[in-house]
């Protein structure tokens, strides 16, 4: 057999690879060649589409699960792409993430002796309907789960699994976000078809509905939600109406509902030319953590799962004091910081200085006012792309205690580590939703002559193959 980009192969799953690729072998006639296949895992017969060719192994993209794994067991929940993992027991889901953790931590950190310094496992205290934040697409282009074919017509729900531009309708609870409000989705659905606006075609680019983004408070069990759609048509839409149906659906659940317009043709649901309108509420939700209040908006970063991150919060608070000397009255830095949590919960057990710095500008508002909210006096945030901070404000350098670095799932710019190291923090504590990139960045904290101490996995994501990390790094003064 030789294996061609754009093809489309039949493999049974043997391995998982970290990130959730699972490992499959085909015969060719130079002999056995690996395929990776995103979200599959061991045990599974899958359809998958070679994307990338390479010398030694080829990559793909999932296109059907054929066979189910042995491993799997029957769950009642719709199935959807971003929950491949929740039809497996929540130890085997462990067993996948510890191994492929430790294993990149070695080939790619360099890390030999990381099962010593290894410190735990966080399992996430709510397995299913933890996440606080939900992104449902509209499409003109369905797929039906039953018939396994596309259909046109108008679609509300999440993307096929591989596709870009097919919407799967959401018809009862995922088991990830609030099962009361994805039960009732398909009422939304019904509204909005009703309504003879065409749902976002997103090969032609054109049409009307785009996304509803919702995110629920835990504090107050409220929901805040967006409707995105573009402005084609948009004084046939009766806004009125749309706000009864939501009340009627949810009633005091309702904390907010807002109106985005976005006219981009790239496929995302924060616009970055049209305007927001709140047509009921309020524009933010309230959540709490550790003790302290935020308030935040729909386009500001919060924790995904908040019961687990009050766990994530406290192991990086942990480390950050583990050295108490190093904190207490220093300077702190909380890059990539969002709304400003973990600084906030540092500032208030500390008589430290804590400075805030993240590149969205509504974040920085929100941490602002929560700052005040929680009167914290002795932290600063501000609204500045990390590196261009670090570039600014030279007069940091060698005043710093701690680090606290939590970038983006793409990790930190190596200008912008670099940059980071130069500060020469005592200590830099790196949580990471990425622990590859986490991994990659080893080899220049190793070099700038940091070690590392401790090193903690926390399970934010239950069923997907994400899982977040939590590393203490000390600065050998020898």
Not at 294 to 313: G, H, R, V, W
Request: aromatic content about 12%; some cysteine.
């Amino acid at each position: 057999m030789s294996l061609k980009r754009g093809e489309i192969i039949e493999v049974g799953i043997i391995d998982v690879a970290f990130g959730g690729n699972g490992i499959a072998k085909v015969a060719t006639e130079q002999g056995d060649f690996v395929v990776f296949v995103p979200n599959t895992f061991t045990g599974q017969r899958v359809k998958a589409r070679i994307t990338n060719k390479r010398k030694k192994h080829a990559e793909c993209k999932l296109v059907e699960v054929i066979d189910k794994s042995a491993l799997e067991h029957d769950v009642p929940y719709q199935p959807i792409s971003g929950a491949p993992y929740i039809t497996l027991p929540l130890d085997v889901q462990k067993s996948f993430k510890y191994d492929s953790c430790i294993n990149i931590y070695k080939r790619i950190g360099k890390v030999e002796n990381v099962e010593q310094i290894f410190d735990e496992y966080i399992e996430s205290p709510e397995f299913y309907h933890y996440r606080n934040k939900m992104e449902y697409s509209f499409s003109a282009i369905g797929y039906n789960l039953e018939t396994k074919e596309e259909f046109d017509g108008f679609a509300l729900g999440f993307k096929k699994r591989g596709t870009w531009w097919i919407v799967e309708n959401l018809e009862k609870d995922s088991g990830m976000f609030d099962a009361e409000f994805e039960n009732k989705l398909k009422e939304i659905r019904a509204f909005c078809q009703n309504s003879g606006l065409p749902a976002w075609h997103p090969p032609k680019k054109e049409g009307f509905f785009r996304y509803l983004v919702v995110r629920k408070s835990y504090k107050t069990n409220q929901f805040l939600i967006k409707l995105v759609t573009s402005d084609t048509g948009i004084g046939n839409f009766n806004f009125k109406a749309f706000t009864d149906l939501i009340i009627d659906l949810f009633g005091d659940r309702v904390a907010g509902i807002l109106h985005t317009i976005n006219n981009d043709i790239g496929d995302n649901a924060q616009s970055r030319i049209g305007d927001e309108t709140t047509l009921y509420g309020s524009p933010v939700i309230s959540e709490n953590l550790l003790g302290l209040s935020f308030d935040i908006s729909m386009q500001s970063f919060f924790q995904t799962n908040p019961k687990c991150a009050e766990l994530l919060y406290s192991k990086t608070i942990a480390y950050a004091m583990e050295n108490n000397e190093s904190i207490s009255n220093g300077l702190v830095m909380d890059l990539f910081c969002g709304t400003g949590t973990i600084g906030q919960i540092i500032a208030s057990k500390t008589n430290a200085k804590v400075i805030g710095v993240d590149i969205v500008e509504d974040a920085i508002e929100n941490a602002k006012e929560n700052a005040i909210k929680n009167n914290i006096k002795n932290v600063e945030f501000f609204a500045a792309d990390v590196n261009k901070f670090l570039f600014e404000y030279p007069q940091y350098k060698n005043q710093i205690s701690t680090i606290i670095l939590d970038p983006p799932r793409a990790g930190i710019a190596r200008k912008a580590l670099l940059k980071v190291i130069e500060l020469n923090a005592n200590q830099i504590v790196y949580v990471s939703c990425n622990p590859s990139t986490q991994a990659r960045d080893m080899e220049d904290l190793f070099a700038a002559g940091y070690e590392l101490k401790k090193i903690s996995l926390v399970d934010q994501f239950p069923h997907t193959a994400h899982v977040e990390a939590v590393a203490l790094f000390i600065k050998n003064l020898d």
